[in-house]
């Protein structure tokens, strides 16, 4: 789905006037890739191989009662910001942001042969920025414990469809498997963690996900599901 389509700039004009632009969930990518993507992929949905990434705001609950509006309006700003930057430095795709939660993929439409390495990549990209942005809410707000903030980050890859879903209330996402996992993978991790499958262990090697694996009892999966801390 790279279609050669300039972003900025004067030759850009003509495609804005079209209501093409760089899109949301990617700015290195177009709008054609979400307005247009049945006639393009001429499918609703198609198969591919992708790593997911959920990431979550550890605390935001609690936080949100004790800090003002203002603070938790700029602190869940800063989290999506956050994200965004690291998940479009290494060329995954922004999906969803859902209250406290963003959810990122990983090999399209934005190819990498090494996909997962990429995702956790960019999972360290976003604990690093998050950090950096913790200190100062920290030192603003002096009765709030340093446990209480952190990110949660679970990953997995494999094959997912990806498409269009719904038709009164059309989603464009990816569905399957490896996103239940991932999700599932990112609710048992603690916050400053960063929890892989065995897939995304295989497939980004030993050089990125050092950490040793155990098994985890997740919610919907009938048999333990081996994470590795990244």
């Not at 910001?81 to 060329?91: L, S």
């Not at 795709?93 to 993929?105: E, F, P, Q, R, Y």
């Not at 690093?128 to 809410?137: K, M, N, T, V």
Request: proline share 5%; glycine share 8%.
């Amino acid at each position: 789905m790279r279609v050669p389509i300039p972003l900025r700039g004067l030759a850009s004009v003509p495609f804005k006037a079209f209501g093409i632009r760089p899109s949301r969930m990617n700015p290195n990518t177009c709008t054609v890739c979400e307005l247009m993507f049945t006639r393009v992929m001429k499918a609703r949905k198609i198969t591919v191989d992708v790593s997911v990434l959920f990431a979550d705001l550890r605390g935001y609950t609690a936080l949100s009662q004790s800090l003002s509006p203002a603070s938790v309006s700029s602190m869940l700003d800063a989290f999506y910001d956050e994200c965004a930057a690291a998940i479009w430095e290494y060329d995954g795709l922004l999906n969803k942001t859902v209250g406290d939660s963003v959810m990122a993929i990983f090999n399209f439409p934005i190819r990498h042969d090494n996909h997962a390495a990429q995702a956790v990549l960019a999972a360290h990209e976003i604990q690093r920025r998050c950090r950096a942005r913790r200190e100062p809410l920290l030192a603003e707000n002096a009765g709030l414990g340093r446990s209480d903030l952190g990110v949660g980050i679970g990953i997995d890859s494999g094959p997912a469809s990806f498409g269009e879903f719904g038709r009164s209330l059309r989603d464009l996402t990816a569905i399957g498997t490896v996103v239940n996992t991932a999700a599932r993978a990112q609710s048992a991790a603690d916050a400053g963690q960063i929890l892989v499958t065995q897939a995304v262990q295989h497939r980004a090697g030993p050089d990125v996900v050092r950490g040793d694996g155990r098994a985890y009892s997740l919610k919907g999966f009938d048999a333990p599901v081996r994470l590795y801390a990244a």
